[in-house]
């Protein structure tokens, strides 16, 4: 086996296979190993979080500014453990806070003696060994074997005693720049129990007969070793759970198709390669693969969809599942289609009564005492809170993962009880017993949770707050820069898109479906669904129906009285007529973002107008679910506003797709819609290559929101329209403009931000945007919609007095919300207006979709001959000037037959 390094000290060359490489990491049972310089770890956090690297060790390149404090930051941060040097560990660092099984002790061969290596064998669980300075290009080789001899001692050493906790002690091993990498390498070093440590230059997902890197799955299995006579090793399928699926069999080929799809790929004995799920739609999203620790067997760990790993259609080879497993699939499934009137239907659709049986369940909990007692209040408390999981996409495997993040801390929660439940107080239990009560029955009752909540949060994270300014307290420079928005990376996300965008154009179909299972984990059939769509596969509850019909009825009013039908007609002089009238975009394709999210909103918002203009082709892109299929309330929209394809696709292929087309998508004349950075660069980049020939909506940043406002505002509506915006991501922007707000309105509103935000499912993200964002106290309206002038926000709420009178003093605003009751959110679903809207400031110069962008207008003019005998001489004369005689021709012609005719 191999650790990948990732060396951070270097730009990593963001190449499709660097890519393909790092993407599938987290899909084998190995360490990642990052070298880093630590003064900055957001490249680290970047390129961890992207790929989605859970296991990694950091190795810091310099120890002389490391404290015990950034150690530990490093560790708790996510680190699976530190690599120091040994000289660091036995002489510097003075501290048992930090476990052993956290560290490893870096040394070369040289320095490897039995008493430093026990010396240090209580304070390290892993041994990484770097190469001598005095070796050069020809010498490792000559005397690898001798290095291995000595590697071998070193093992064998350090290996002998098990750590406390279990497992035995890693030996990685560093090649010289100099030496490539080699399998037969590979396999010695494994089958002394030691590790290469390879860079991910060296790896690769493709061919080994097709490259000269290694294939990332046979550096993982060269130390496979198999007992059996057809070679093949035997594997346990489980879920993300844990539970047994089934046996199955792998080979070396399976395993490179595995990693190469991240799909359950296997080796059938009698049918060669088993691509699970192919036929029946079961298939299976890889998790992770590992070893066992004698090598010769193998566990995936898998996403299992569709009815189940059995060709019983059960969910397992030995049964169905039970306990909390078949709790959450039940709990999905009601979720998507419930029995009409049934209990947890009614808890999907009812927040506040879920709210309540959990606070209930909880406390019943707390005052049980015997066992059966215990056991029966604690599962009652697990339904409940599993349903409010389940209702917000959080599955068992998502609390899992944090439970493992949280036991990789090494600083640890203080243990001390929030003030409302501190029982060790007097009458501490009638006193939380009230509360509980108090919450379910009051008739404020909704406040005093949300303030509970909200104070809870504030010891664990901290109190969720803006930045503050006063504009009359900061220079030209510091306002200057209040405009600006989060700085993207153009250069480097263009990089990433032009191999996307590329290959689809080359190869059509085929690189669409390719990319749709490497990005969004689905191996298609076919790309499009054709209309008319299968009125199953829309099927969406009646009130879903009744909210989309009644959105769609006053989208499509607004919209149909932008459109004049009328053909200008001007008489610019006598005999002179021209002429100004409309045709329809022929054929526009609209991206509707998705695959977990469901927005039909989008889909009403680009495809009405587009129905109204009269186009003739709408091809409505989405990427699809996990199992494949587009959201029903998506397709519902699709179906209502006349889409001719659904593309099962997102990203960058998605718009290259539209952009080009290919032997399923038809190519588009324009694309409209919102995505994300990569979406957006894709959109530019096709704009501007001539050979595809389309234009596009307009450029897109984060998702933003200004609002000013006076002492007549109401606090706890400013704050939720704050928060509104606020939750679409890490990077969106909210802005309040505070008109002369006293400190205890401005503290109000503050408070109303912290209690509310708490209670958001997506608190995570307010978490980070809210922090970035600001308030700007000014004196004034006219300071006020200065500011929101230059900033040009997308979204403009006027919580102040007599908000209609200062809508002639906005010039630039993606579009403007009046007065304390029109919330943001009304013009994003229903009340009528459009919103895919300008952000990041184009709103200076850019409209929001309207009935227009999928309209082109055309002119035409009729000059009879008197006409044109008086308005020949003026324009042969600008011909002259111009040098173009042939264009003072085409008029002298017939001016001089006019004029004989005379």
Not at 312 to 330: D, I, P, Q, S, W
Not at 455 to 481: F, N, V
Not at 570 to 581: D, H, W
Not at 695 to 711: F, K, R, T, Y
Request: proline fraction near 5%.
């Amino acid at each position: 086996m191999i650790f990948p390094v990732v060396d951070l000290t270097n730009p990593i060359p963001y190449s499709d296979e660097i890519h393909d490489v790092l993407s599938s990491l987290n899909c084998i049972g190995t360490t990642v190993f990052f070298i880093d310089s630590i003064d900055d770890l957001s490249v680290l956090i970047e390129v961890r979080d992207r790929y989605h690297i859970r296991d990694y060790w950091i190795f810091p390149q310099r120890e002389d500014t490391l404290d015990v404090r950034s150690l530990i930051k490093l560790l708790d941060d996510g680190a699976t453990k530190v690599v120091l040097s040994l000289e660091f560990i036995l002489k510097k660092l003075r501290i048992d806070d930090i476990p052993a099984e956290r560290l490893v002790a870096s040394l070369t061969l040289n320095s490897a003696s039995p008493e430093l290596t026990d010396a240090s064998s209580e304070r390290v669980s892993a041994y990484l060994i770097i190469p001598s300075t005095n070796y050069n290009n020809s010498s490792i080789l000559s005397i690898f074997d001798s290095i291995l001899d000595q590697v071998s001692v070193l093992i064998k050493h350090v290996q002998k005693h098990p750590l406390p906790s279990g497992g035995r002690k890693d030996v990685g091993m560093i090649l010289p720049p100099s030496i490539k990498p080699e399998l037969e390498l590979i396999k010695q070093l494994s089958d002394l129990n030691g590790r290469f440590l390879v860079s991910v230059d060296a790896l690769t997902l493709k061919e080994p007969d097709k490259t000269t890197k290694i294939n990332i799955a046979d550096a993982f299995t060269c130390s496979l070793t198999s007992d059996r006579a057809d070679g093949l090793f035997t594997t346990v399928v489980v879920d993300e759970q844990g539970i047994a699926l089934g046996l199955v069999y792998s080979s070396r080929e399976s395993v490179r198709e595995a990693i190469r799809t991240k799909k359950g790929v296997y080796q059938s004995r009698k049918r060669g390669l088993w691509y699970k799920g192919a036929t029946s739609g079961a298939v299976q999203n890889l998790k992770s693969i590992d070893i066992d620790c004698d090598e010769d067997a193998l566990r995936f760990v898998v996403e299992q969809l569709g009815s189940g790993f059995c060709h019983f259609n059960t969910n397992t080879c030995f049964g169905r599942y039970n306990g909390l497993k078949a709790l959450e699939k039940t709990l999905q499934s009601r979720k998507v289609s419930a029995p009409p009137g049934s209990y947890t239907q009614k808890l999907f659709q009812k927040p506040d009564l879920l709210r309540s049986k959990i606070m209930e369940e909880a406390d019943e909990l707390c005052s049980a005492t015997s066992k059966e007692n215990i056991a029966w209040e604690a599962a009652d408390l697990i339904y409940f809170a599993l349903t409010k999981c389940i209702a917000n996409d959080v599955t068992l495997a998502d609390i899992e993962e944090q439970l493992n993040k949280r036991a990789l801390k090494i600083t640890r929660r203080p243990g001390n009880a929030k003030t409302q439940r501190d029982v060790t107080k007097p009458d501490g239990d009638n006193n939380d017993k009230n509360v509980l009560l108090n919450a379910n029955n009051s008739t404020d009752s909704s406040d005093k949770q949300v303030d509970e909540r909200a104070s809870e949060k504030i010891g664990a994270e901290g109190i969720i707050k803006m930045q503050k300014y006063d504009l009359s307290e900061i220079t030209p420079e510091k306002r200057s820069s209040l405009l600006l928005r989060p700085i993207i990376k153009s250069d480097e996300i263009l990089e990433r898109v032009r191999p996307i965008v590329d290959d689809v154009r080359k190869k059509g179909d085929v690189a669409l479906l390719d990319l749709t299972a490497k990005y969004d984990g689905i191996r298609l059939q076919s790309p499009v669904l054709a209309s008319p769509f299968p009125p199953e596969l829309m099927s969406v509850d009646d009130a879903t129906k009744s909210a989309i019909d009644q959105a769609f009825d006053n989208i499509l009013k607004f919209h149909e009285a932008q459109y004049d039908r009328s053909t200008l007609v001007v008489s610019t002089m006598p005999g002179v007529t021209c002429y100004r009238f409309s045709r329809p975009i022929k054929s526009v394709g609209l991206y509707v973002p998705g695959g977990t999210a469901v927005l039909p909103s989008t889909a009403l918002m680009l495809g009405i107008p587009a129905m109204v203009a009269g186009c003739k082709e709408i091809v409505l892109a989405c990427p699809p679910r996990k199992d494949g299929s587009v959201a029903p309330e998506v397709l519902y929209v699709a179906h209502k506003v006349g889409a001719t394809k659904v593309l099962l696709a997102g990203g960058a292929q998605a718009v290259a797709a539209m952009a080009y087309g290919t032997e399923s998508v038809p190519k588009v004349d324009k694309i409209c819609g919102p995505g994300n950075q990569y979406v957006t660069a894709a959109k530019m980049l096709t704009q501007n290559d001539s050979s595809a020939m389309i234009s596009i909506d307009m450029p897109a940043g984060p998702s933003e929101l200004l609002v000013i406002a006076d002492e007549s505002s109401v606090p706890a509506y400013v704050a939720s329209d704050l928060l509104s915006q606020a939750e679409h991501g890490e990077d969106s922007q909210v802005v309040l403009v505070a008109v002369s707000l006293s400190l205890s309105q401005l503290e109000e509103i503050e408070k109303e931000i912290h209690k509310q935000a708490s209670c958001l499912p997506r608190v995570g993200i307010v978490r980070q945007s809210i922090p970035k964002s600001f308030i700007l106290n000014v004196a004034n309206m006219s300071d006020a919609l200065k500011f929101s002038n230059d900033y040009a926000p997308e979204h403009l709420i006027l919580h102040v007095e007599d908000a209609d009178s200062w809508v002639n003093e906005i010039d630039n605003a993606g579009s403007i919300f009046l007065g304390s009751y029109s919330p943001e959110s009304c013009g994003d679903y229903a009340s009528g207006t459009n919103h895919t809207l300008p952000t990041y400031g184009y709103a200076r110069m850019y409209s929001g979709v309207n009935t227009q962008t999928f309209l082109k207008h055309m002119t035409a003019q009729k000059l009879t001959m008197d006409g044109l005998d008086k308005i020949g001489d003026t324009v042969m004369r600008l011909a002259e000037i111009e040098g173009l005689e042939a264009h003072r021709n085409a008029v002298a012609i017939r001016v001089k037959d006019i004029r004989n005719t005379n």
